[in-house]
């Protein structure tokens, strides 16, 4: 399995709101949802994502891949990407963020600690570490995926997000697609359709966001040519209570 945006998402993949002012808290959904991994026309394994509230009110979103059916007896890899956040007047605010990809030499682990005080943050990807200057509202590749959801549960636009993404400061630029309706194994969503291009790599992320699921995705896809489609699609989602 490639390691892309956010499947781990793909975009999920993924992305991270640019300077626009916050006076509103957003409402965090804590859920747990799961989703069939499809490379082309072939499932290849499940992705679970949640959102959780830990006890001293800061939040962990994080995804979990694994190899499934067939493709598990070729691969036993496990992807882990894991985002921790708090809010901070109003707005979502990155404190760690970690992507681990079990069984692979070729993938390195990577951490990230942002450090609002300083403007900075400091970054680890295998034995080499650096330290970046970041602007605020900057996001993780995870983090950036559920801003925009929120973003969008809260009735602003999400159009343009700043996301540190392998040790750079990257611009995702999103691009509004048409609403349309999707079935998934979970129903039938009426959903709206945000897109990412990467023009360097001929790289298109498409996102599917259910309103009546707080705008959290039922469908993410990336294609680029030469490679194969990659998809996830929604299967099963619980909402759980946040804690007192």
């Known amino acids: 399995m490639t390691r892309t945006p956010t499947l781990i998402l793909i975009a999920c993949a993924t992305l991270l709101v640019s300077g626009t002012a916050r006076a509103a808290t957003p409402v965090i959904p804590l859920y747990h949802a799961s989703y069939a991994v499809n490379r082309n026309d072939f499932r290849i394994g499940t992705a679970t994502f949640s959102l959780t509230r830990n006890p001293d009110g800061s939040y962990t979103y994080q995804s979990v891949t694994r190899a499934t059916g067939l493709a598990a007896l070729f691969f036993s890899d496990v992807i882990t990407e894991t985002s921790e956040f708090t809010l901070n007047g109003g707005h979502v605010q990155a404190q760690r963020y970690a992507y681990t990809h079990s069984n692979n030499d070729h993938d390195a682990p990577e951490h990230i600690r942002f450090d609002w005080k300083t403007g900075s943050a400091q970054l680890g990807e295998g034995k080499s570490?650096?330290?970046v200057r970041i602007a605020s509202d900057t996001y993780d590749r995870a983090l950036a995926q559920l801003a925009i959801s929120?973003?969008?549960?809260?009735?602003?636009?999400?159009?343009?997000?700043?996301?540190l993404d392998h040790g750079k400061l990257?611009?995702?630029r999103m691009q509004q697609g048409k609403d349309t309706q999707l079935h998934t194994p979970d129903g039938n969503y009426q959903v709206i359709e945000l897109l990412r291009k990467n023009e360097k790599k001929k790289r298109t992320t498409t996102l599917w966001l259910a309103p009546k699921l707080d705008y959290l995705p039922v469908k993410i896809k990336q294609t680029e040519p030469g490679k194969a489609t990659i998809t996830l699609t929604l299967t099963?989602?619980?909402?759980?209570?946040?804690?007192?």
């Open 129 to 131: 570490s650096k330290s």
């Open 150 to 163: 929120l973003d969008l549960a809260a009735g602003k636009p999400a159009t343009n997000y700043t996301v």
């Open 170 to 172: 990257t611009h995702y």
């Open 236 to 244: 099963s989602i619980k909402f759980d209570m946040p804690s007192s």
